[in-house]
């Protein structure tokens, strides 16, 4: 058998973890919204600042579980990711 090369180890930073609290198990089945473009989501309140932590693609379906009326929203993905995005990005089902 021939030989074969390994990729070298990367660690990925302890910001590259999702925190325990942004799952839902089990992950929703049923969806309220799509995501109309890519956009940002945080784990924590947009208004503590700082960079967005990953980003939902275009078509991404959700269901909508927190909304006040602001510009921000709470959902969550077919992963069971609960996030913080745009209200705006989202269209209805």
Not at 19 to 45: G, M
Not at 55 to 70: F, M, N, R
């Amino acid at each position: 058998m021939g030989e074969f090369l390994r990729p070298p180890v990367t660690v990925l930073p302890e910001n590259a973890l999702v925190p325990d609290k942004n799952f839902i198990f089990p992950p929703p089945n049923q969806f309220t919204h799509e995501v109309s473009k890519p956009q940002p989501f945080y784990f924590t309140d947009v208004q503590e600042g700082g960079p967005p932590n990953g980003q939902l693609e275009a078509g991404t379906k959700v269901i909508l579980l927190v909304h006040d009326g602001g510009d921000y929203c709470r959902v969550a993905d077919g992963r069971g990711l609960y996030v913080q995005t745009s209200f705006k990005g989202l269209s209805k089902l």
